[in-house]
């Protein structure tokens, strides 16, 4: 059995950098072997050549680097619109796939990622790394421990996602329907929409609204107000933008045995004793306080992306069950789809969304957007891993 699987990386952008800085230069993923990457920028290439070690194959084919047989595993992050693309050829190829987020920009490409890879019968995964945030694991371990018991209510506001007007005009694909096929739902926000649904489960339907443009000059949407209903009568409220700054990130989930709040690198939980349903129906108090037990937990900041990673290759070599596998990608896109079609219909969306709908407006935006221009600008570059870290 092999020790190591053999990866080949699609993509030297940020992200892509620090994925192979993680294997390569770090040795952060010991399961790992990075033996390839593949890029049409020869800027990009030139970085590998001059940052990776001299056994690292460098391509200006994506394609040309699966076929090499050099590699057994693949990790796409490219511009969204690709993840499925690229995906879909290395099934086709029996080559293992692990994409960035989102798993691509409208559910039925995630659909049928899931049917080829099972098909295939390869691994696939998705770069969800913040489902190895100590916090939210708790929260995740609390809820579907049923130590809330039913939930009643989330609660989300993540608006420290802040961007200038600089940080779309540094590339033709930021800001616009045809180069992300969204905004701040499918660049910054995905992950937060994954913890939603990872830890509350999915809703029944959305109602939502996503504001155009709001707070910067481009033609997707910044500011976003999600409300979401579930089967038994809960509730959720998801608000997130690039436009605010100071942001918060506070997530607040109650049920009937208490409640946990998310916020400033700590968990707190408040536990009952009791059921509020009990106390609501037998108390004969009627302005009854409850006297829960108060629970605190601190954040141990973690490298989520080469834990993912190095997950993602054990799941490979022995069989590790997977933190985020791909099948897992379409309901956090499903939430940002209904999202999108709530506001584009004007009405509430019942899950799961109709895709032909979806498919038929999202093209419509594309086809009445202006061809990008070439986009010069250049912002200043930061460590990756620092940038999508959780910040409180």
């Not at 053999?6 to 952008?13: D, Q, V, W």
Request: charged fraction near 25%; include cysteine.
């Amino acid at each position: 059995m092999a020790e190591k699987i053999r990866l080949g990386i699609i993509g030297m952008g940020n992200m892509g950098k620090d994925h192979s800085k993680n294997v390569a230069s770090h040795g952060k993923c010991p399961s790992v072997e990075l033996t390839a990457v593949a890029d049409i920028d020869p800027k990009a290439l030139q970085w590998a050549k001059e940052n990776l070690p001299d056994s690292v194959a460098l391509f200006d084919d994506a394609e040309k680097m699966m076929d090499s047989g050099l590699i057994d595993t693949c990790l796409v992050a490219i511009p969204h619109y690709y993840h499925p693309y690229y995906a879909l050829r290395g099934f086709e190829k029996g080559i293992n796939v692990l994409i960035e987020k989102p798993a691509g920009v409208y559910t039925r490409q995630v659909r049928e990622m899931n049917e080829a890879a099972a098909k295939a019968n390869v691994k696939f995964g998705i770069m969800f790394n913040q489902r190895t945030d100590p916090l939210y694991s708790k929260a995740h371990e609390i809820v579907h421990s049923g130590q809330l018991g039913n939930l009643k209510r989330m609660v989300w506001i993540i608006t420290n996602w802040y961007r200038t007007q600089a940080y779309y005009d540094s590339g033709s694909w930021r800001g616009s329907w045809n180069g992300e096929g969204g905004g701040v739902l499918l660049n910054q926000a995905p992950h937060n929409l994954d913890l939603w649904q990872w830890i509350c489960g999915m809703p029944k339907r959305i109602n939502a609204t996503c504001a155009i443009g709001k707070y910067h000059n481009i033609g997707v949407e910044d500011d976003v107000t999600i409300f979401g209903e579930y089967e038994n009568g809960a509730t959720a409220t998801f608000i997130t933008t690039t436009g605010e700054t100071p942001g918060t990130n506070r997530l607040e989930i109650s049920g009937e045995l208490g409640k946990i709040v998310v916020e400033n690198g700590k968990l707190k939980w408040w536990k009952l004793d009791r059921n509020e349903r009990d106390i609501c129906a037998n108390e004969k108090n009627g302005f009854y306080s409850s006297k829960p037990e108060y629970i605190e937990f601190e954040e141990n900041v973690v490298p989520g992306h080469p834990i993912i990673l190095e997950n993602f290759a054990k799941a490979i070599l022995n069989g590790e069950k997977m933190i985020a596998p791909g099948e897992d990608g379409i309901n956090s896109l499903t939430l940002s789809n209904a999202a999108y079609l709530s506001t584009w219909t004007g009405k509430a969306i019942d899950l799961p969304v109709d895709e032909a709908e979806f498919e038929k407006y999202l093209k419509e935006l594309c086809d009445k957007e202006e061809p990008a221009k070439k986009k010069s600008f250049e912002v200043s570059e930061e460590n990756c891993a620092e940038r999508w870290r959780i910040r409180w």
